[in-house]
């Protein structure tokens, strides 16, 4: 049954990707909106199963929160499925959420984004949707992506004809952080809508009003949000490689980052978030984006903005190859054969996401020295570490002369080992038995705290040596 303007009203969602934003966004979307049919789509059949899986445990992501809203709306006004045709079809709304990961070949190779699956989702909208269709970017994309969005929904002019289509595109950025994803968006900071259409702006306004106050939800031009986007995430990400900058003179000259940070951020102008020290950002987006925003600047004969931001990236990867260093120097030059537990797999807590965690490139760095990685994270699985260390755009992976094992028993990861590493600040690391840990170690041991969550006193005390970020050793 063909859509048609004057008695429009949203009563389907298609989403295209069912991932770590496609799927929580869409669930609590759901959930706030009972009276809305939420379909979630992806070419994944997996990835669908699982989201479909009895036992909530197989969900594909693990996000706080998360497991409760599925089991009040899946299968009620939620469904995941591989239908994605028929799914668009049926859709007065389409949420474009699918990867956007940066262009391996050709120009603007390691710098701009692949487009190549957002094309391949509006060309399947294109052709499938009927009567009007509001088409909503929730991807993370470049400026002016909207309009290469529009040309090609407008391409095929006689099937438009044939089938009365017509479509407004608006840009609605997803804010959300993975770990507190659930939180984010029941009770986002703001909403921010771009688009050139006030009727369609509307519609989608009128869905996030179901549950967010109107002084919260921004509209802007389409090219100000999509800008918006890359901008949060370079600036979130320039707090980090600021005070890892940081983290490195306290080292140097005695100095205490956690004083520091803190000293630092009860400037109301500065702020207190975002100023935790650790071993270089992961996530799949935060070098994406400013990549990104570097080719952006560039494009437009911008080199010193664009040698700004690129300056983030390279203090974010020296801060990872200065722990790894560090590492190799305090057991003496050389890993070949030794034990060395890691603590945490994910690029943060609460998440089971690996995407450019730092425990890969430490990891890599430390295999291709030959040491023997035991490997602790309590909802990162054997598969997913396999498959970080055995990416072709990982550093030196054909090089690699050590090994590495998943422990699944917290207390077994330490058994022997010469060195322990923690990379990941879950909550369960940071009140650990240190007394059965210096007890089943090779000595002398190392521990080395690249997050900044234990408490040295108990350790040092058990006769252990000691390292943390933005303190030393
Ligand atoms: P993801 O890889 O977890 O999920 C994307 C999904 O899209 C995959 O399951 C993939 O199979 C599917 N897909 C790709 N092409 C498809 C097609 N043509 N048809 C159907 N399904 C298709 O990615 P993500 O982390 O959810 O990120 C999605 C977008 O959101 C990116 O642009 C990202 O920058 C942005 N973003 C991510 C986060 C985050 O925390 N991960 C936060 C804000 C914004
Ligand atoms: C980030 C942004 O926070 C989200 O607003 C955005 O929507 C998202 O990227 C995206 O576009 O993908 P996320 O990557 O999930 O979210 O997680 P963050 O909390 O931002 O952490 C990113 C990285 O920075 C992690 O590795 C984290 O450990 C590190 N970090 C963060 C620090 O080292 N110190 C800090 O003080 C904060």
Not at 331 to 341: E, R
């Amino acid at each position: 049954m063909n859509k048609q303007i004057k008695d429009f009203k949203i009563n389907k969602i298609c989403c295209v990707g069912a991932g770590y934003v496609g799927g929580p966004s869409m669930a609590v979307l759901a959930y706030k909106c009972p009276k809305i049919i939420v379909n979630v789509v992806d070419i994944d059949c997996n990835k669908i199963d699982n989201w479909n899986s009895k036992n909530l445990l197989n969900l594909p992501i693990y996000e706080p929160g998360l497991s409760e809203i599925i089991n009040k709306t899946r299968n009620k006004n939620l469904f995941f499925s591989n239908e994605i045709d028929r799914c668009i079809e049926e859709a007065d709304m389409v949420f474009i959420s699918v990867n956007t990961p940066t262009k391996t070949n050709g120009i603007g190779a390691g710098e701009t984004i692949d487009l190549k699956y957002v094309e391949a989702c509006a060309r399947r909208i294109g052709e499938k949707a009927k009567g009007y269709t509001i088409v909503v970017e929730k991807s993370t994309l470049p400026v002016k992506t909207a309009e290469t969005i529009k040309k090609i929904l407008d391409s095929d002019s006689s099937n438009i004809k044939r089938n009365n289509k017509t479509f407004s595109i608006l840009s609605n950025p997803e804010f959300l952080a993975e770990g507190t994803a659930v939180k984010n968006l029941i009770n986002p900071d703001r909403v921010l809508i771009g688009g050139e259409n006030q009727i369609a702006i509307d519609f989608l306004k009128d869905v996030y009003l179901n549950w967010i106050p109107l002084e919260k939800i921004i509209c802007t031009n389409l090219w100000s949000s999509e800008l918006s986007k890359l901008t949060a995430n370079a600036f979130l990400a320039q707090r980090v490689s600021s005070i890892n900058s940081i983290s490195a003179i306290c080292e140097s000259t005695g100095a205490n980052v956690t004083e520091v940070s803190k000293a630092v951020g009860m400037d109301k102008r500065i702020g207190e978030n975002f100023l935790s020290p650790g071993p270089g950002f992961g996530g799949s987006c935060f070098k994406k984006d400013i990549l990104n925003l570097v080719y952006i600047a560039k494009y437009f004969g911008l080199h010193e903005v664009a040698e700004f931001w690129v300056q983030i990236i390279k203090i974010n990867e020296w801060q990872q190859k200065r722990i790894y260093k560090l590492i190799v120097e305090k057991l003496f030059g050389n890993v070949s054969g030794k034990k060395i537990a890691f603590l945490g797999f994910s690029f943060k807590a609460n998440t089971n996401d690996t995407r450019e965690s730092p425990a890969i490139f430490i990891g890599n760095y430390l295999l291709k020295e030959g040491a023997q990685l035991s490997i602790h994270d309590p909802k990162v699985n054997y598969e997913q570490i396999k498959l970080s260390f055995d990416n072709p755009n990982n550093l030196n992976r054909d090089k690699n002369s050590g090994c590495w094992e998943k422990v699944s028993e917290l207390s077994n990861v330490f058994e022997g080992a010469d060195a322990a590493i923690f990379l990941t600040e879950w909550d369960e690391y940071r009140n650990l038995n240190w007394e059965k840990i210096s007890q089943t170690m090779r000595k002398p041991s190392w521990i080395f705290d690249a997050r900044g969550i234990l408490e040295k006193e108990k350790i040092i005390n058990l006769g252990l040596n000691f390292w943390s970020i933005g303190l030393g050793s």
